[in-house]
C-alpha cells in the first residue's frame, strides 16, 4: 500500500507531480476521476479533494479539509496536510483547545470531523495522524469541563461475595458454585444496587482518558502538547475512585442517557477514542498507526476559533449571535456590540488570499451581502429596516502579517479595511497562532 502525500488548498485543477502521478496512474482509467466528500445535512455533500486523470497527467482540485483516504481500497490511499507556510506552521491543536474555552462551541463540534469507520484502515505516521490529536483535544476539553463539576453518581450493579451477611439478591447459583462447593458455607454472592460514581459512563471516560495520556507523548516532538498535559494531570485524581475494569463489549455498546448532555457527548468521543485504537492501549504510542479514512473540516475549525475570539470579548447577552439560520440559509455571526454604533453581519473566511492584495470573490461578497439584507436579520438584530441604513458587512479572514492575534475590543470599533467596489463591506485579518518550524 502506498500513500500519496498532498496539501489543502490546491488550486483548481492542480497538475501533480511525478511521482505523485506514478503512484496514481494505475489506479485510475484516463478521464476518470476520485472525489472524496462529506455530508453535510440530509443531502448536502461537500468537495474534500477531487482527482482527475487526463491522460499520464493527473490533476487535483483540493478545498479546506485535511485528511485521509482511499483514491483504490486496499492499494493507494492519499493523505492531505494542513499548508505549510513561510518558516511556521499554523497550530491548528492551539486553535481547537482555544476555541473550547467558549462553551457554546461543543453545540457545534458535529461537522469538524467525519470518520469512516465503515471503510478499511490505512496505514500511517503517528505524527501525520491528525484525527487522534483532534480527538483528544476535544475529549479533554469536555472532560475538565465535567470534572470541575463534579463525576456524576449514578445507579448500578455491583456483585460481591460477602461474609455472613446478604445485601441485595442472593446469586443462588454462583454461590453454590464458588462458595459452597468449596467448603465456605457463611459466603454468600449477592447482587445489588450502588449509587455512587463508579459506574460503567465514568469506567469508559476512565480508559479513554489513559489512553490520551499514552498518545499524546508521541506528539510532544512536534507540537505544544503542555495545555492537554496539563488538563491531564487536572483530570487524573478525579477518577481515583472509578475502577480500570471494563469489558470492551461494554465499551463498545455502552449508550449514554442524552439528558445528560455534556456526558453524554463526553462518552461518545471517549467510545470513538477507544475505537479508534480497537480498545487496544498497546497500540498508542506507536510510530505508526492504522487510522479509519477521516476529513477535518479546516474552515469550521476557523469559524469555531473566530467565535471563540468574539465571544471573549462580547459577553453581552446577544452582542454575538452565531449560527443564525433565516430563510434557508445559515450565517455565521451576527454582531451587535453594546456599545458599538452600528451592528454587523459578520462572516469567517478561511482564505488567506484576502491578505494579499485586498482580494475578495464575487461569491463570497454576493453572500454576505444577501445575508445583510434579509427581513430575518433585521428581526434578530432589533431594526426597522425601513428607517436604518443597510447593515454593514465583515468578513473576518487569517493574516499572519497581524501584530496581534485578535484586536477587536467592546468600547470602541476599530476602522476597518473597506472593500473596494462595495459599499458598508469591509474585512479585517486576525494572526492565528503557529508552530515554529524546526532547523534540521
Known amino acids: 500500500m502506498r500513500v500519496v502525500q498532498l496539501q489543502e488548498q490546491l488550486l483548481e485543477n492542480t497538475c501533480l507531480r511525478q511521482s505523485e502521478c506514478e503512484a496514481i496512474l494505475p489506479c485510475m482509467d484516463d478521464g476518470a476521476e476520485v472525489v472524496c466528500t462529506v455530508r453535510r445535512g440530509r443531502e448536502e455533500k461537500e468537495l474534500c479533494l477531487r482527482l482527475k486523470r ?5 490533476r487535483a482540485t483540493g478545498s479546506y479539509f485535511v485528511g485521509v483516504d482511499w483514491i483504490k481500497e486496499e492499494d493507494v490511499a492519499v493523505q492531505v496536510s494542513p499548508k505549510l507556510n513561510d518558516g511556521f506552521e499554523i497550530d491548528y491543536v492551539r486553535m481547537l483547545n482555544e476555541a473550547l474555552n467558549e462553551p457554546d462551541n ?36 469536555i472532560l475538565h469541563r465535567i470534572v470541575r463539576k463534579g463525576l456524576k453518581r449514578s445507579y448500578y450493579r455491583v456483585e460481591e461475595t460477602l461474609n ?6 442472593i446469586q ?58 496539563r488538563k491531564i494531570r487536572q483530570i487524573k485524581p478525579y477518577f481515583e475512585r472509578v475502577s480500570d475494569e471494563i469489558s470492551v463489549k461494554s465499551m463498545r455498546t455502552f449508550k449514554g442517557n442524552p439528558v445528560f448532555k455534556e456526558y453524554y457527548t463526553a462518552v461518545e468521543y471517549a467510545q470513538l477514542l477507544l475505537r479508534r ?15 479509519p479514512p477521516f476529513w477535518i473540516d479546516m474552515s469550521k475549525l476557523f469559524e469555531l476559533y473566530v467565535y471563540s475570539k468574539l465571544r471573549a470579548v462580547f459577553t453581552g447577552r446577544k452582542e454575538v449571535q452565531y449560527h443564525v439560520k433565516a430563510r434557508r440559509q445559515e450565517l455565521d455571526y451576527l454582531l451587535k456590540p453594546t456599545e458599538w454604533a452600528e451592528p454587523y453581519v459578520v462572516d469567517a473566511k478561511y482564505k488567506p488570499r484576502y491578505g494579499k492584495g485586498g482580494g475578495k470573490t464575487i461569491d463570497d461578497a454576493r453572500e454576505v451581502s444577501g445575508y445583510a439584507r434579509l427581513s430575518r436579520v433585521y ?13 454593514k458587512c465583515l468578513i473576518i479572514y487569517p493574516d499572519q502579517k497581524q501584530e496581534e492575534r485578535f484586536t477587536f475590543t467592546r468600547k470602541a470599533e476599530p476602522q476597518f479595511e473597506k472593500v473596494s467596489g462595495y459599499v458598508r463591506f469591509y474585512k479585517v485579518g486576525i494572526k492565528l497562532p503557529v508552530i515554529a518550524l524546526k532547523n534540521p
Open 106 to 141: 461543543y453545540k457545534h463540534l458535529k461537522d469538524l470531523l467525519t470518520i469512516h469507520f465503515e471503510k478499511p484502515s490505512i496505514r500511517i505516521s503517528q505524527q501525520q495522524d491528525l484525527l487522534s490529536i483532534f480527538l483528544i483535544t476535544e475529549y479533554l476539553n
Open 164 to 169: 455472613n451477611k446478604v445485601k441485595g439478591r
Open 172 to 229: 443462588v447459583g454462583r454461590t453454590i458454585q464458588h462458595s459452597l462447593v468449596k467448603g465456605r458455607i457463611t459466603d454468600n454472592v449477592c447482587r445489588y444496587q450502588v449509587y455512587d460514581i463508579d459506574s460503567p459512563e465514568n469506567r469508559i471516560l476512565k480508559k479513554a482518558l489513559a489512553f490520551c495520556r499514552k498518545q499524546v507523548r508521541v506528539y510532544r516532538n512536534a507540537l505544544d502538547t503542555s495545555v492537554l498535559e
Open 277 to 291: 485504537f480497537s480498545y487496544d492501549i498497546t497500540l498508542a504510542g506507536k510510530k505508526e498507526i492504522d487510522t
Open 379 to 391: 428581526d434578530k438584530l432589533g431594526l426597522d429596516a425601513d428607517a436604518v441604513a443597510p447593515i
Open 54 to 58: 487526463e491522460s499520464d497527467v493527473v
